[in-house]
Nanobody, 127 residues
């Protein structure tokens, strides 16, 4: 069982930055692909970024490419999402998720494949 706790959400003006973090319990963090997803009211949950267990492979959604960066620190059991040049359309609840896979180069943007989810953190971007 893995528990995920997100932090770092809040209210920011358009063009600003936020850094989300997600701390995971457990001793085998590197065997989990990690993803950041978001869901806005009335919209489907979408993957904004994912990173393989080793950190070598990453997926950014087209909507955030060049603005958001996912990274991880396996020694601290933590994954981060650095969000720059934020836009009002980035407003959503952001969720951290973990997908168990012994292939530490594996990553996925498919929410259905993820085993564990955090409680979510609200990000609001004002215009």
């Amino acid at each position: 069982q893995v528990q995920l706790v997100e932090a770092g959400g809040g209210l920011v003006q358009a063009g600003g930055s936020l850094r989300l973090s997600c701390a995971a319990s457990g001793r085998t963090f590197s065997t989990y692909c990690m993803g950041w997803f978001r869901q806005a009211p009335g919209k489907e949950r979408e993957c904004v970024a994912a990173i393989s267990g080793s950190g070598a492979n990453r997926y950014p959604a087209d909507s955030v490419k060049g603005r958001f960066t996912i990274s991880r620190d396996n020694a601290k059991n933590t994954v981060y999402l650095q969000m720059n040049s934020l836009k009002p359309e980035d407003t959503a609840v952001y969720y951290c998720a973990a997908l168990y896979n012994l292939n530490t180069e594996y990553y996925s943007n498919n929410a259905a494949r993820y085993n564990y989810w955090g409680q979510g953190t609200q990000v609001t971007v004002s215009s």
